[in-house]
């Protein structure tokens, strides 16, 4: 399932209340202001940390494939009182007028990028629209199977009008040669008597540190592993113009 197709609706609705982790905004308020104005957060979502990035003042701009999620970033924006500019583009096919210093993911989103042939139209996207000395931070990660006892389990979150949320992996299946593990969710929601119940596929595409190299290389890109990088399984890359 395309990425854009997936965070909507239900699963749009239920992402705040029942994502497990929410980005630190530090490490990115960091990253733009070394790297200078303006910015691109790539896969904004609902606004972490796009919308805490703009309280501070910074000229960050968002982009995501997804227009129910921005939907949702706008609403918080409003609600916050924050003044937000938001594409609705998808990743791989970056048309925007501006150039940027910063280009940035706030998370391994690049993930969800399903091959190779996407993440290498993905990568000369960022190389187009970054300005002279500009630089992308870009996380990626190799997915951990989830774990038998985990399948089925339930996680539950209330809404704001008090219907229940519950999200679960129903199953999931892992191609090592293709580098991808599909992982089916179904999200739940139930509400005097009335309930909606949706079974979508997630799909994880990841890469060897070569691997990703090569694509930024053949984008015109030249990566540069982070040191430091917190997790075995997590890989971050800054990416500038080669030459």
């Not at 009335?194 to 053949?218: C, I, K, N």
């Amino acid at each position: 399932m395309d990425p854009a197709d997936f965070y909507t609706g239900i699963v749009a609705e239920l992402y705040g209340p029942l994502k497990s982790v929410t980005q630190d905004p530090e490490p990115y308020a960091a990253f733009v202001q070394e790297v200078g104005c303006p910015a691109l957060e790539l896969g904004c979502g609902d606004g972490d940390p796009l919308l805490d990035l703009r309280r501070r003042g910074l000229d960050v701009e968002g982009v995501d494939a997804s227009a129910d999620m921005l939907d949702r970033c706008r609403r918080r924006a409003r609600e916050q009182g924050v003044d937000v500019v938001v594409h609705h583009q998808r990743m791989e096919a970056l048309d925007l007028p501006r150039r940027y210093r910063a280009i940035f993911l706030a998370g391994p989103t690049f993930n969800l990028l399903p091959d190779d042939s996407t993440a290498l139209a993905a990568l000369r996207g960022i190389r187009n629209h970054l300005a002279v000395g500009g630089t992308a931070l870009v996380p990626v990660f190799v997915p951990s199977p989830t774990p038998a006892e985990q399948i089925g389990r339930v996680r539950t979150a209330t809404a704001d009008d008090g219907a229940e949320l519950r999200v679960s992996v129903v199953s999931e299946e892992r191609s090592d040669p293709t580098r991808t593990q599909t992982t089916v969710l179904r999200y739940e929601r139930y509400r005097d008597g009335e309930s909606t119940v949706v079974d979508r596929p997630w799909v994880l595409h990841w890469y060897t540190r070569s691997g990703f190299e090569d694509l930024a290389a053949a984008a015109g890109l030249t990566a540069v592993p982070v040191p430091d990088t917190p997790g075995a399984t997590l890989l971050q890359f800054r990416l500038q113009v080669t030459g």
